[in-house]
């Protein structure tokens, strides 16, 4: 086939394409499209070309990427309006777009107190947020206080306070801070016993002034101390076939009858020993009478009158001569006793569901002060260092970690790892989930954890 000759058809090409060339002085939504970051430029993937590609959307902004005010922006900068709004859409559209102006290339808003603010979105906004939060003049405030400084420092987009709070939520240096209180407990796990006796808590209550001989032990106050975990202790149990238990380290609550019975017993010998403290001795049998015969809540009678099924008779009525001082001191034994058994049994089933229902009721109670909190296997956690309410240095933070749960028992324990270091068990109320964050250095151990062995 002949040659042609393309010049005369080039030339005429480039006589079309020439009038539409604008300036970019001129062409400010395309100016506008040209400084956006690109999402997609470390992504190799080979895409297809989009061949349709109206005119109207030549000025508009469509990415994964899109910001905010995109929108608003595209009305600013190139009178662009986006398309589909129904008629309360674009009421409220002109409503709000008056309060924003564009100054090439950034869109500012003018808020309520007539401050100017420059709109951000994206990873610009979170450094921002880190910068009014961790930086070396800002002081790892809370949410609101960070956002307010956000605020301060004439920044706007409209999830400010909602992206502060989870920042601040994954801040390590935040979540290493604070105490625990009664809101971080776990759920109450109720021991029901069916049958007096059946079942023994035990502590050691002390240390008293030495009296007549009466020594207390010279070790810390603990559950886990060592007059319990010992050889000799062990066999005792192993003789007469008792299963031992240990509490949780450093939570009380795991035998509380125990702590609120010592607790109720100290108070009754700080009131009759006067100012002879080394006379406890010769009040304790006065004590504990006192104890056993005052009324408890828990199974609705006293502790005398579940054991006797009769009321302890004080000198004081025989002194006075009650109804029955006069009336009732004879009886026939046998008939007697049987009658005291059958009104005993029935007495110890009332306590019973007087306890059942009085625990009910304090769980209800309790849980509805606590915060839901549920630990998984698997989630971060940090441990609150116990040590630091005896030895506590005022900028010394409490909370060391992060440690992995590994397994979460029933009764609100759970058993932790550490890396170099035995897995130990501690209760929930010890511990707080761990969002993640920059960990630091300088991580205070727990000195008493408990090998699993124990």
């Given amino acids: 086939m002949p040659s042609r000759d393309c010049s005369g058809g080039f030339s005429s090409c480039k006589n ?47 990415s994964e990427s899109t910001p905010w005010f995109a929108d608003i922006a595209n009305f600013h900068a190139g009178n662009f309006i986006k398309k589909g ?8 559209f002109f409503k709000d777009v008056k309060h924003y102006f564009w100054d090439d290339p950034y869109l500012f808003w003018i808020c309520a107190d007539q401050i100017i603010r420059q709109c951000v979105h994206g990873q610009e906004a979170i450094d921002i947020l880190k910068a009014c939060h961790e930086g070396p003049t800002e002081g790892h405030h809370c949410a609101n206080l960070t956002a307010k400084k956000v605020f301060d420092v004439v920044f706007f987009w ?43 808590s035990i502590d050691f209550m002390g240390p008293f002034p030495s009296s007549r001989g009466n020594k207390n032990p010279m070790a810390i106050i603990s559950d886990r101390g060592t007059y319990f975990c010992n050889d000799q202790f062990a066999k005792v149990m192993t003789k007469y ?16 009858q125990v702590e609120v019975s010592n607790r109720g017993l100290k108070c009754i010998l700080e009131r009759t020993v006067g ?59 046998k008939t007697a006793g049987d009658h005291r058994k059958l009104q005993l049994n029935e007495l110890r089933d009332q306590a019973y569901e007087n306890s059942l229902i009085y625990k009910e009721r304090t769980k209800k109670l309790h849980e509805s002060k606590i915060k839901n909190r549920i630990f998984n296997v698997g989630d971060q956690v940090l441990l609150f260092n116990s040590r630091l309410k005896i030895f506590s240095g005022k ?37 707080k989930h761990y969002f993640g964050g920059d960990i630091t250095s300088k991580v205070v151990p727990d000195l008493h954890t408990i090998p699993m062995d124990k």
């Fill in 16 to 62: 079309l394409i020439s009038p539409f060339v604008i300036k970019k002085s001129e062409n400010l939504a395309a100016d506008h499209l040209s400084r956006l970051e690109n999402p997609h430029k470390d992504v190799c993937e080979n895409k297809d070309i989009n061949e349709n590609f109206p005119l109207e959307t030549l000025g508009s902004i469509s």
């Fill in 395 to 431: 900028l010394k933070t409490r909370w060391s970690g992060p440690f992995t749960i590994i397994h979460a028992f029933p009764y609100e324990t759970v058993e932790l790892s550490q890396p170099d270091g035995p897995n130990f068990k501690v209760n929930g109320h010890r511990v």
């Fill in 241 to 256: 076939g008792v299963t031992h238990r240990l509490a949780t380290a450093y939570h009380p609550q795991t035998i509380g």
């Fill in 85 to 92: 709004l129904t008629f309360q859409q674009k009421k409220k």
């Fill in 275 to 333: 100012e002879n403290c080394a006379s406890w001795s010769d009040k304790l049998d006065d004590a504990l009478w006192a104890f056993r015969t005052a009324f408890k809540t828990p199974i609705g009678c006293t502790p005398y009158k579940l054991v006797y099924r009769k009321s302890c008779h004080l000198p004081v009525e025989l002194e006075h001569k009650v109804h029955w001082a006069l009336k009732h001191t004879n009886f026939d034994l």
């Fill in 158 to 200: 409209p999830t400010i306070y909602r992206d502060a709070h989870a920042m601040i939520k994954s801040c390590d240096t935040c979540q290493r801070q604070g105490k625990i209180s009664q809101r971080d407990e776990m759920p109450q796990n109720a021991i029901q016993v069916c049958e007096i006796f059946d079942v023994w």
